[in-house]
């Protein structure tokens, strides 16, 4: 796994950025995982070995105020896609899928409203999304990068089986 790479967002602020699995010049995918919360944002095992065994190229980043990132007050779970945009443009990833775990899942679903021509894809598991089922479509609040909020509607998949 590489060190941490911290990022720097055009407000002054900073994101700790984590890549594993596959490295980027053999990877058949890039997937940024949206970690629960409370946790850094740093990857772990098995997902690592598990991602590099698939050709998925991991990338994770600590949110605001997480695993070394800085404290954006006022910040909500849309604002995460003005964050990973800028994430996915030092890294040079045109398109991405978004996985979130836990805490996580919220993040990975706005994260996917917000930048949805660049991003597929989008799992969550073990999420806090209460009352919602699949088929059901919501909207998703998203802050874009100019500052400005809109909504977005999400349908939330059936399960395979």
């Not at 991991?58 to 945009?85: A, E, K």
Request: hydrophobic share 40%.
């Amino acid at each position: 796994m590489a060190d941490p790479l911290a990022v720097p967002l055009p407000d002054g602020r900073h994101l700790v950025v984590h890549e594993g699995g596959a490295p980027a010049s053999e990877a058949r995918l890039a997937l940024v995982w949206h970690h629960g919360s409370p946790q850094s944002g740093a990857l772990f095992e098995p997902l690592t070995s598990a991602a590099a065994a698939r050709g998925i190229r991991l990338i994770s980043f600590g949110r605001p105020s997480y695993g070394g990132s800085s404290p954006n007050p006022g910040r909500n779970v849309g604002s995460v896609g003005r964050d990973v945009m800028v994430i996915a443009d030092a890294l040079e990833l045109d398109a991405f899928a978004v996985m979130g775990a836990s805490g996580g899942g919220p993040h990975a679903l706005a994260c996917a409203a917000a930048l949805s021509d660049r991003v597929p894809a989008v799992a969550t598991f073990a999420s806090v999304l209460a009352g919602l089922e699949p088929g059901k479509t919501v909207d998703v609040k998203i802050q874009t990068q100019d500052g400005s909020t809109q909504t977005r509607q999400v349908t939330l998949g059936e399960l395979p089986g």
